[in-house]
């Protein structure tokens, strides 16, 4: 192999494995996104042109999924909160009902289907705010982004979410 042809294989090679990343994390072909900080779920979420990696806490119990984002200003651009399952209890997909109270920042909620689509977005909910925020049908999941994050990204109603669940990594949430 002639210098130009290795030097042309290593460039596509380079391209390949960058086609790949988003905000220096690689989306494996199963969609998920292979790394997170400790303590936190690799959370992918796929569009028909977009594909976006965040890096989210999760809450899992009763009084995780009452606390939610509750207090705090503290939300990375690419972090959040994946409320899954949901209900805590686990079960059948349920509509649900958030609010903002004693949460200071704007937050969008994606209330997510058994199927891991996005089935609809609230966008810059009010701070504290008591006023329920349906999920408008029976959802698996919810995740909480930082206001406005959703249509920054070019996330929309649709889209696929996918993260890695317990032993196992199927592509779509389930009970």
């Known amino acids: 192999m002639t210098a130009s042809w290795r030097l042309a294989a290593a460039t596509l090679g380079v391209a390949l494995a960058l086609a790949g990343c988003k905000d220096g994390r690689r989306v494996t072909p199963t969609g998920y996104c292979s790394t997170a900080p400790t303590g936190r779920l690799p959370v992918a979420i796929k569009g028909t042109t977009t594909r976006h990696c965040l890096s989210v806490e999760r809450a899992t119990t009763a009084a995780e999924q009452e606390q939610g984002l509750m207090f705090r200003t503290d939300l ?3 972090g959040g909160m994946l ?3 949901y ?5 059948a997909p349920q509509d ?4 903002m109270k004693n949460t200071p920042t704007p937050l969008d909620i994606l209330f997510i289907r058994a ?3 996005i089935a609809r977005i609230a966008e810059n909910t009010i701070p504290f705010s008591e006023t329920p925020i349906p ?4 959802v698996a999941a919810v995740l909480e982004l930082v206001g406005g994050r959703a249509a920054a990204l070019g996330i929309a109603e649709g889209d696929t979410v996918t993260w890695p669940h317990g032993s196992t ?3 779509a949430p389930t009970s």
């Open 169 to 171: 990594s199927s592509p």
């Open 87 to 91: 209900p805590a209890g686990g079960g």
């Open 96 to 99: 649900a009902n958030f609010w």
């Open 76 to 78: 990375a651009p690419d």
């Open 135 to 138: 999920s408008g049908e029976p």
């Open 83 to 85: 409320f899954w399952p």
């Open 115 to 117: 199927d891991g689509t």
